[in-house]
């Protein structure tokens, strides 16, 4: 089933834009449309008189909830030297809530305060030193000597062993010395870099495509994004549906609005594709009119309706 959807008459194009411009500045109106020495009516201005050329154009809209953050999961460890664990900038989000990703300044995974752990030197135990054998008195202790000693009347030499506590390891016969890896710290310091708490943040973005390329669409998207009620388009939930009614939806078509169509069906598939990305709404397609007009003074302007017969909304660049 396709349904013909009416566009709107020129005049009444015209009439809402003049109503329009008047509520805007009436001065400017008088200016472009007065007459010397005659009282100023809106009633005298008609389409007929100043529309030059119309063209019968298209619009396309949707509109897509997009979701920001959170970032990108998984952790990463390291592990430093006690004096290390300073040199690095660390975060805290304890307490602090949810972050808005669009005020945040800063890589998206951040080593976190909270994160920071002791983790006992696998090299020494966590003792912080290493023991060994004393070198100096081979881990006995004693640093052994021989004395020749002259022994009686005849002073015969005899050696007689004699020994004293080793200095170098108090005679303990073991040394320690600081463990290379801790650096007699005892402990090694992990910490975490972990995804800032990012808050999902979801917003609706419209998307327009019009075949008027005017430069109003973000005007008009941002428009129908906020009132899509008030302006009545035929609604398809799906290109393919949209790619094989337009014409007869519309009741024209032309080289412009099919290149519309396309770059359209071609963002519709991106956003299908993109899985921080979800389509909001169904597919509408819109009549829109754009009229080349000229004031009484000479000044061009252009008007264009987006909507069908029954509503519509107007815009120029008067
Ligand atoms: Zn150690
Ligand atoms: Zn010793």
């Keep these: 089933m396709s349904v013909r959807i009416k566009t709107p008459n020129l005049d009444d194009i015209f ?5 329009k411009a008047a509520r805007t500045d009436r001065k400017k109106m008088e200016k472009q449309f007065g007459t010397k020495g005659a009282v100023f009516s809106l009633d005298a201005i008609s389409a007929a008189e100043y529309v030059k050329d119309t063209m019968k154009e298209a619009a396309i809209y949707f509109a897509v909830k997009k979701s920001l953050g959170p970032a990108p999961k998984g952790k990463e460890e390291n592990l430093v030297t006690a004096p290390r664990v300073g040199r690095e900038q660390y975060y805290s989000f304890k307490g602090a809530g949810q ?9 998206e995974k951040v080593p976190t305060f909270e994160s920071i752990q002791a983790v006992p030197c696998k090299n020494c135990r966590g003792k912080g030193y ?12 004693k640093i052994e000597e021989t004395f020749t000693v002259l022994v009686g009347e005849e002073q015969n030499k005899e050696k007689k062993p004699f020994s004293y506590p080793c200095a170098a390891c108090y005679g303990t016969g073991n040394r320690t010395e600081p463990c290379k890896e801790c650096g ?3 402990n090694m310091y992990k910490y975490e870099i972990l995804p800032v708490p990012f808050k999902t943040v979801v917003t609706g973005v419209p998307i327009l495509h019009s075949s008027a390329q005017t430069r109003y669409e973000k005007e008009i998207g941002d428009d129908l994004h906020k009132m899509i009620e008030d302006v009545e388009g ?3 939930s ?23 169509i396309g770059a359209a069906r071609n963002d519709y598939k991106k956003h299908e594709k993109d899985k921080d990305a979800q389509i909001q709404s169904q597919i509408y397609l819109f009549p829109m009119i754009q009229m080349m ?11 264009y309706s987006l909507g069908s017969g029954n509503k519509f909304m ?5």
């Excluded at 009439?15 to 109503?19: I, L, S, T």
């Excluded at 972050?99 to 890589?107: C, M, P, S």
């Excluded at 107007?314 to 008067?318: A, D, L, T, W």
Aim: glycine share 8%; charged share 35%.
């Design 130 to 141: 290493l023991e060994d054998k004393c070198k100096t008195c081979k881990g006995t202790g």
């Design 184 to 186: 007699g710290h005892k």
């Design 234 to 236: 035929i609604r398809f």
């Design 238 to 260: 799906e290109f393919k549906e949209l790619e094989s009614k337009a014409e007869a939806s519309l009741g024209y078509m032309n080289k412009n609005i099919s290149k519309t």
């Design 314 to 318: 107007v815009y120029s660049n008067f």
């Design 99 to 107: 972050i808005n990703k669009e005020n945040w300044k800063g890589d």
């Design 15 to 19: 009439e809402k834009w003049k109503q």
């Design 293 to 303: 007009a000229t004031t009484k003074r000479g000044t061009k302007f252009e008007i």
